[in-house]
C-alpha cells in the first residue's frame, strides 16, 4: 500500500467532542467537490425520470431518495467515468439508473425486513403500508431500464441486468439464512457480496463502459467496486451494534431484533461460552428477546473482539479496494476513489 | 364482422350437465394443437431459465408457474410470431420472457393483496410468507431482462420495459382506487388496460418484431393485445361475482372482500337504490362486511343487471379483437387469434 493510501487510512479518528456526523460530512463534501456539477445533474435526471402520471410514485419514490442517503453507487459512476476523461452527459444518466435500482431494492428490503425508520426518518412502508412501496420499486426497475434502453448501449444492459439477478439472490440468501445460527462467515461475505457489492461492482464498471476502455480497465473498476460494497455492508452491520440512533439515522440493533445473521453476531456466537451460546440460540433462532436482551448482545459482541474483529476485515476489504484503485491513471478522480474506500470504514453512519 | 368471427362467437355456450371446465379445455388444446410444440419448447426455456444457485427461487417460481396457468400470454407470441411464418427458435425465449414478467407481477400482486389462493392451490405467500415472494418476483424481473439482453433486440428490450413501467403504474392506480367508490368505469378501465392489458399487447407485439414486418403489423397486433386483454380482466372480475370456487380455482368474492373496484360492483353502485348505495358504501368504503354480505352483493349484482352489462362489455372489447384479428393474413394462427378472443369471454376460470 503507499503512502497515500497510507495516509488516508489514517485519517479521520474518532474525535468524541466532535459532531461525527460531520466528520463523514466533510468527507463527502470533498467527494462533490471532486465530481463538481455532475452530482447536481444527476439529481435532476432522478427528479426528471421520477415522473409518472400517477402522483403517489413520484411521491413515495421522492421521499426515500431525498431523504440524505450518501449517493454513493451514482458517485461510484460519475468518478470511474470522469477519471478516463469522459467529456459526454450520459454518465448522468447510468448513474440515476444505478441510484433507481438501489432505491427500489431498499423499498423491497423495507417491507420484507417490515422495517419502520431509515436515514432518520419513517420508511416508505411505515408511511404508506407495505403495499405501495412494492409496486412503486417494480416501477422504478422498471424505469431504469427504460432508461437504458433509451441510452442503447447493450453492455450496460446487460451489467444492470445481471447485477439485479444477484442482487435478488443475494436477498433471497439473505432471508433464509435469518434467525439461522448455522450460516457461518464465508456464506455471509457471499449474501454481502451479492446484495452490496454488485451494484457497486456495477456502478464503478460505467466509467470502463462508457469510455470504451479495455477489457482490463472495466475488470479493476469491477473488483474495486466490489471490495468497497463488501467493506461497506461490513461497516454497515457493525454500526447496527456499535453506532448510536442519532448517528446512524435508524434503529440501534434492528438487525439483531430481526435476526438476521450479521459479522458480529457470527463471531461472537463462535467465540461465546457455552452459556453465551445459548443466549444467542434463544434470541435468535427462538426470537425470545426479553427485555435487556439487545444490551446484551451489545455488550457481548464489544467483550468478545466481534466488534474490532469485523472493523478489522472490513478495513483489509477496504484495503485491498485502495490498493487497486491506486493502480487507475493518476488523477483527482483517482485519489477520490481511494478516499471513498477509506470512508467506507470510517464513516459514522 | 365477418361471418367467421359471428360463428366463433355464437359457439360455446354454457352447458349446464357439462364440466364447464372441460369445455374450456377443448379451447385450450385446439390453441395448443395449432402451436404444435412451440409452448412444450417454451416451457423447457422456462424450466431452464427458472434456475438459480439458491434453490428456494426455482423452488418458489415454479410452485406458480407450473400451477396449471392457462398460458395465454405466451401463446400470444407463439401465435402472433407463427402467423408471419416464422422460423427461427427466439419465439420461445421471447414468451418465456413474457410469462416471467407475468408470474412476478402475480408474485407481486398476491402480497399485495394478501391472497391466500389461485389457480385452486395456495399462493406463494400463502406457503412462503410474503417475503420471499418479494424478492423471488424481483429476480423474474430481471432474468426477463437479462434473457432479453442475450437475444439483444433493443426493439423487443424496449417494447418489455414500457409495459413493465406501464403494468406497475396500473397497480399503485389500482391500489388508490380500492375502497374508493367515487372510482368511474373510465378510471376502471384504465387501470384494466395498463395493469392487465399492456402485457397481452406487449406479448402480441413481438410477432411482427421477430418477422420483422411493418409497423403497421405491430400496431394492429398491440391494438388486438390491448383489446383481448381488456376483456379478458373484466371477465375475470365478473366471474369473481359469478363462478363457483371449484371451476374459479380461488375464492369467490375476493374482489369484493378486499374492496376492489370492479366494472359490476361499479354499475351496481350507481344503479342502486339509496338503501344499497349504503349498503355499499358500508362494505367497501367502511370495509364493514358482516356475515352475508358477499351473498347480498352477489345478489344485487345480479338484480342490477350488472353481470351482464359487465359481460356486454367484454363481449364488445373481443369483438373488436376479433374484428382486428381477421384482417391479418390468413392462417391457421389467424383463426386462432379470433377463436381466443371468443374464448376470452366465454370461458368459465
Known amino acids: 500500500m503507499d503512502a497515500f493510501v497510507q495516509s488516508h487510512a489514517q485519517e479521520a479518528p ?3 467532542g466532535r459532531s461525527v456526523r460531520s466528520q463523514d460530512q466533510s468527507v463527502l463534501d470533498y467527494l462533490h467537490d471532486v465530481i463538481g456539477t455532475d452530482l447536481g445533474e444527476t439529481n435532476e435526471v432522478i427528479l426528471e425520470k421520477l415522473d409518472s402520471q400517477v402522483p403517489l410514485i413520484p411521491e413515495l419514490g421522492s421521499h426515500l431518495i431525498n431523504s440524505g442517503g450518501k449517493r454513493l453507487r451514482p458517485i461510484l459512476t460519475l468518478l470511474s467515468t470522469r477519471m478516463f476523461g469522459y467529456r459526454g452527459k450520459q454518465h448522468h444518466t447510468l448513474a440515476a439508473v444505478v441510484e433507481f435500482i438501489h432505491t427500489a431494492t431498499l423499498l423491497h428490503d423495507d417491507v420484507v425486513d417490515e422495517s419502520l425508520t431509515r436515514r432518520g426518518r419513517q ?12 409496486l412503486v420499486g417494480d416501477f422504478l426497475f422498471s424505469r431504469a431500464f427504460q432508461m437504458l434502453v433509451d441510452h442503447g448501449d ?20 439473505q432471508l433464509l439464512a435469518s434467525n439461522n445460527l448455522a450460516t457461518d462467515e464465508n456464506q455471509y461475505m457471499e449474501v454481502v457480496a451479492r446484495k452490496t457489492a454488485t451494484l457497486f461492482a456495477a456502478a464503478a464498471r460505467m466509467g ?14 469491477a473488483r474495486y467496486g ?14 447496527d451494534y456499535s453506532a448510536t440512533r442519532e448517528t446512524l439515522g435508524k434503529g440501534i440493533g434492528d438487525d439483531f431484533q430481526e435476526g438476521k445473521i450479521t459479522l458480529p453476531l457470527i463471531h461472537a456466537y463462535h467465540h461465546g461460552s457455552e452459556e453465551e451460546r445459548r443466549f444467542w440460540v434463544s434470541c435468535i433462532e427462538d426470537r425470545n428477546q426479553p427485555p435487556g436482551s439487545l444490551e446484551r448482545a451489545i455488550e457481548l459482541v464489544r467483550q468478545r473482539g466481534s466488534l474490532d474483529y469485523a472493523m478489522g476485515r472490513a478495513r483489509s ?16 478522480e483517482r485519489d477520490a476513489l481511494v478516499k471513498l474506500a477509506t470512508f467506507s470504514v470510517d464513516r459514522h453512519h
Chains 1, 2 share one sequence.
Not at 420508511?123 to 412494492?134: D, E, F
Not at 447493450?154 to 440468501?173: F, H, N
Open 123 to 134: 420508511t416508505a412502508n411505515a408511511v404508506w403500508g407495505s403495499k405501495a412501496p412494492v
Open 154 to 173: 447493450l453492455r450496460v444492459l446487460k451489467v444492470i441486468a445481471d447485477a439485479c439477478a444477484v442482487i435478488s439472490e443475494g436477498e433471497v440468501m
Open 14 to 16: 474518532r474525535h468524541q
Open 208 to 221: 470502463a463502459i462508457l469510455n470504451l476502455r479495455p477489457a482490463e480497465d472495466e475488470e479493476n473498476l
Open 226 to 239: 466490489l471490495l468497497l460494497g463488501q467493506a461497506y455492508q461490513v461497516v454497515d452491520d457493525t454500526l
Open 317 to 332: 476489504l477496504a484495503d485491498e479496494a485502495a490498493a487497486t484503485a491506486v493502480r487507475f491513471p493518476a488523477s483527482r
